[in-house]
Structure formats: C-alpha cells, structure tokens
C-alpha cells in the first residue's frame, strides 16, 4: 500500500485517536478503531473486519494467530463476506469457493463519527474484469460497520442491470469463546437443518452442544441466537434481518489440522454463528431492487 494512498485515507476519513488507516506485512491496509466504547481492525481487502472487542471486554470476535493477512487471501478468522454465492458454486469448476468478494478489494467510501461515541465506516466494493467474468450482473455491494459496545454490520446488494440475478451469501462470523466443549447454541431449537458433516436433513432437539465436527445449515429461521460460554461467564447475542438460514460451523481436531492455521487448539477457542441466505435460501433480485443482509452482535452476562 502507497505512502500516499494511506495518507489520503487518513486525511479525508481519519480522525486522531479514534480511526487510522494502516498498512500491514503484505502490503494489505488496515482501518484501526480505537474509540470509547470498543476497538476494531477491519482489512481494506475483503472489508474483512477482523477484530472486534468491547471496552472493558474480552475479543468477541476470533482472529487465529496463525492466519496471515496477505493479497489474495482471507485471514482466518474475523467476518469474511462471502458474496455472491455461498461455499462452492452451484456450477462447481474452478470458481472460488465462498465467492469473490472476501478477497477483493474494497474502497472506503464514508465515515461517521457518532454523538454515542461509535464509530461508522461504509466500504464499496470494486469489481475487476477477472470478477466480471465470474458473476456477470450489475449488482453493486457495500457493506456499511458501526463499531460501539455493539458491532452491526450491513451488507446492501443492489440490481442496476436488466436482468433479475440470484446470490447466496453470509457474513461468516467466528466469534470468541473459552472452550467449544463448554458452549452452546440457543435460538435453533426445532429447527430443520441439514448436516454437512452426517449428511441428511434434521430437526434440532434443544441447544446446539458440540462434541465434534459440525457444520450445519439452519434452516427457515430468523431467530436470534445466543452463544452461551460459561468460561467466560456471557452470552454473545447474535440478531439479524434479510436472512433465514443460519450456518453454525466448528471443525473440531482432523478438520483443524488439514485447514493449517487454526493452530493445534484453535479449534476450541472459535465457533462460527453465520447469518447467511443459503441453501433454500437465496435472494433473486428483479432488475431495481436490493436486498440488505444486516446483523448486530452484543453481549450480556451469563448468571
């Protein structure tokens, strides 16, 4: 990243001791938020937030230490966006899986300083030729972040072309916990789902616990959930709006080791709640129309 590139960003969006632009290793820019009610890393590329933790908190949102944040490549960990489709594409080939845009590049185009003392950043994606011949559609994506005591994350998808288009995506969050053997997932209770680890479709019985590999797709859902960790004593509480399928992912030890850098425990320390619109799921947008993923993320004690 140019000297004068980050000195431009710093200059029309900064604001001293509450958001810097900088560059990491690799030549990837960073939006750093340091204001009075929490801080947050977020990468230029991929808009990817990577960090995020209330004052006077511990990290509620996971960044492996063995994920490298490099051009052309989504660290492991933060909120990737996945956009415009979910996991593989249906067409299955050589398109990326997850999509193209949690490694793009993406240009800030707005920041606001708010009388509650939380901070906005609005990013626009930039779509490259190579892009284009993956999703052929106009469909311009922002993603709009508040970061406060609560994060909220908007994710606005926009049709200006002459044909309707139809995307799967998630805002594939790993949020922090003390022991994965420890917490548990409320809010899905008699849910359907299916179950990419065993196969099939089934109905969820209770709270999700987890004692292996779990990948799962909830699904007609809109519901809240709450992650319960007793180790650190509070519940992360997960909203959304625009989506009704909730993805919740933990890859447990064999799976761990293969993906290489979630590190020998990593696994214990991370569970994925992911607001998405997939599988049954899908938005099919007519030609003037925009369909906004949006969620917010808070916590409260755990008695």
Known sequence: MHRIHLDSLNSRFGRPGQLAFKTEPGSVAVAEIDNELGSARIALQGAQLLTWTP?????VVWLSPHG???????????????????????????????????????????????????????????????????????????????????LSMELRTRNIGAAPATIGQALHTYFEISDIRQARVLGLEDCEYLDKVGGGRKHQDG?????????????????????????????????????????VWNPWIEKAAKLGDLGEDGYLRMLCVESTNAADDLVTLPPGQEHVLAVEYRLSTLP
């Open 68 to 150: 490298k944040l490099v051009p052309g490549k989504s660290a492991r960990g933060g909120v990737p966006v996945c956009w415009p489709w979910f996991g593989p594409h249906p067409a299955g080939g050589d398109f990326p899986s997850h999509g193209f845009a949690r490694t793009a590049p993406w240009e800030v185009l707005d920041t606001e300083f708010h009388p509650d003392g939380s901070t906005e950043l609005t990013f626009s994606l930039l779509r490259s030729d190579t892009d284009s011949a993956l999703w052929p559609h106009s469909t311009p994506l922002t993603l709009r972040v508040r970061i406060g005591s609560c």
């Open 55 to 59: 004052r006077g908190e511990k990290p």
């Open 207 to 247: 709270p999700v616990n987890f004692s292996g590999e779990t990948d799962r797709i909830y699904l007609d859902t809109t519901a809240e959930c709450i992650i319960e960790d007793p180790g650190y004593a509070r519940r992360i509480h997960v909203t959304k709006r625009g989506s009704r399928s909730t993805v």
